[in-house]
T-cell receptor, first 109, second 113 residues
Framework: QKEVEQNSGPLSVPEGAIASLNCTYS??????FFWYRQYSGKSPELIMS????GDQEDGRFTAQLNKASQYVSLLIRDSQPSDSATYLCAVRDTDKLIFGTGTRLQVFP | NAGVTQTPKFQVLKTGQSMTLQCAQDMNHNSMYWYRQDPGMGLRLIYY???????DKGEVPNGYNVSRLNKREFSLRLESAAPSQTSVYFC????????????FGQGTRLTVV
């Protein structure tokens, strides 16, 4: 069974700080990686995709991939209280996505 | 353009009752999925359909059946509901081979008493 692991948190950071969320995966052959954001009571929303080693940046969000270490991370710069949500890491396994259990992020003023 | 639409949004069932959760997408995606989400368990795949006419089991298929009615619609049926099926159910669609990843519906909160 292919697995995606995340620390459940909560991760608490002050407003304006960098939030760092981490994810490891078991299948060394995985090629496609995603971060979803889920607000309480809402559905998951795709915020970042990454396919090759290194960094992928979109605004305040940076996804980092290290295939050798089987490690994906999401950095959120200048964290805002509106970033408070659960962040789900997902890895593509052929025709489907496998999700981690998510990390709850709390950004306090 | 509604995206992924699920019905109903809320449902309470008695143990042993049956029901069908409906899902439709208007984005011309090939793949559709049903997930359940429980506290501390993340999103677990129940069934998926990689293309019209095909369905496959996911991680937790027991107690469920699915139908890919056409390219737009993918329904999930509980034949005899059990309290263990109390959960939030999400439908999603994607076209991974064109680089379009999963869009989720708004979810169905199901309680089995």
């Amino acid at each position: 069974q292919k697995e995606v692991e995340q620390n459940s948190g909560p991760l608490s950071v002050p407003e304006g700080a960098i939030a760092s969320l981490n994810c490891t995966y078991s299948d060394r052959g995985s090629q496609s990686f995603f971060w979803y954001r889920q607000y309480s009571g809402k559905s998951p929303e795709l915020i970042m995709s990454i396919y090759s080693n290194g960094d992928q940046e979109d605004g305040r969000f940076t996804a980092q991939l290290n295939k050798a270490s089987q490690y994906v991370s999401l950095l959120i710069r200048d964290s805002q209280p509106s970033d408070s949500a659960t962040y789900l890491c997902a890895v593509r396994d052929t025709d489907k996505l496998i999700f981690g259990t998510g990390t709850r992020l709390q950004v306090f003023p | 353009n509604a995206g992924v639409t699920q019905t109903p949004k809320f449902q309470v069932l008695k143990t042993g009752q049956s029901m069908t959760l409906q899902c439709a997408q208007d984005m011309n995606h090939n793949s559709m999925y049903w997930y359940r989400q429980d506290p501390g368990m993340g999103l677990r795949l129940i069934y998926y359909s990689a293309s019209e006419g095909t369905t496959d089991k996911g991680e937790v298929p027991n107690g469920y059946n699915v139908s890919r009615l056409n390219k737009r619609e993918f329904s999930l049926r509980l034949e005899s509901a059990a309290p263990s099926q109390t959960s939030v159910y999400f439908c999603a669609s994607s076209s991974p081979w064109t680089g379009t990843e999963a869009f989720f519906g708004q979810g169905t909160r199901l309680t089995v008493v």
